[in-house]
């Protein structure tokens, strides 16, 4: 498999390129079969999981499929009562900010996500051998701060102020919620996932010291805990070039990059350790110009080949974010023909 290949120093047969968000809304068959549904339910449902996450794969002839899925679905699965509102994103309907609420936190029986581990098997069965599945979760900090706040947050003024003002409440709260990461990921490396990423979207609202403190312990643990399956871990933050280094030395092969540095300076600051993941601007897609397509790919590629010649293990092209829901699917299927072809 050229993702695997590409994330733990071997050579792969050909640049391999995989999508956040491959599978969504910028695809005409995902809208059709979502039409009516909703997300979360749509996650419980295995026959719909192993579909939508196999289009972009059929599409674009990407080197990875990632299980669709939603960082909350774990959270949903153990017995918290929270929606996926549209235009809004994850709610929670009695958020966790006390002691008592921290007590009465649920664990994840994996038998409750058994649709999800069914869809892995039939993804599995039709996913060609050279193609990798990634599977994946929400990092420890990232769902703290859905459940503190509420929903998104800007400020993530609820969060922060757990952190600070009681951190032995906070790591209490971490720890349960790592707790339920674990178990998602236990069950999907059961099933038969190739490599897992773990998406920490809004560390990138910390500092590095608050980072390394209060978040770095328990994405380790994470890491820890699922390190005896040997697949490629992957750790991905939106605005977290401050944060690279103490983000790999959570234990990974694989560390993702938004499109905010280019990925030589990024390998430079996580010291060539492990392999680089991204890191195209997301809006690129949106040009409707090959010269600027084939353009802003080279940029990236030149940046990781200059990595690799630095001693950085492997690159696995991805954008610096998710592919964006207006963009046309046709853009997203020229570029992995333009990096394939390189």
């Known amino acids: 498999m050229p993702l695997i290949a590409a994330a733990t120093g071997a050579t792969p047969s050909r640049r391999p390129v995989w999508f956040m968000r491959q599978a969504g809304r910028s695809l005409p068959e995902y809208r059709e079969i979502r039409a009516g549904r909703g997300m979360l339910e749509s996650c419980f449902e295995a026959e719909l999981v192993a579909e939508i996450t196999m289009q972009p794969v059929r599409r674009h002839d990407t080197d990875a499929a990632i299980l669709f899925s939603d960082i909350v679905v774990p959270l949903r699965a153990a017995g918290i009562d929270l929606d996926i509102v549209a235009g809004t994103g994850p709610v929670i309907a009695s958020p966790i900010r006390t002691a008592a609420d921290v007590a009465g936190m649920p664990r994840l029986d994996p038998s409750s996500v058994g649709a999800v581990t069914s869809a892995i098997g039939m993804i599995i069965d039709e996913l060609p051998d050279e193609k990798a599945l990634i599977g994946f979760a929400g990092a420890p900090f990232t769902l703290a701060s859905y459940l503190i706040e509420g929903g998104p947050s800007r400020t993530y003024e609820r969060t922060k102020a757990m952190m600070l003002a009681e951190p032995d409440l906070w790591h209490s709260f971490m720890g349960r919620i790592a707790d339920i990461t674990i178990a998602f990921l236990r069950a999907q490396l059961d099933a038969g996932v190739d490599a897992l990423q773990l998406f920490d979207s809004w560390a990138g609202a910390l500092s590095k010291a608050q980072y390394d403190e209060y978040v770095a312990p328990h994405s380790a643990r994470v890491m820890a805990e699922v390190a005896e399956y ?18 790999t030395d959570v234990g990974v092969e694989v560390i993702g990059v938004d499109w905010r540095i280019p990925l030589d300076e990024a390998a430079d600051r996580v010291g060539h350790r492990v392999a680089i993941q991204g890191n195209l601007d997301p809006t690129v897609l949106l040009a409707g110009d090959d010269a600027v397509l084939e353009r802003e790919i080279d940029k990236v590629v030149a940046a990781g080949e200059r990595a690799i010649a630095a001693g950085t293990p492997g690159h696995i092209f991805n954008l610096g974010h998710g592919v964006m829901p207006n963009t046309d699917a046709g853009a997203v299927t020229r570029a992995v023909e333009l990096i394939h072809a390189l």
């Open 230 to 247: 040997g697949v490629p871990r992957i750790h991905f933050g939106v605005g977290t070039g401050e944060l690279l280094n103490s983000m």
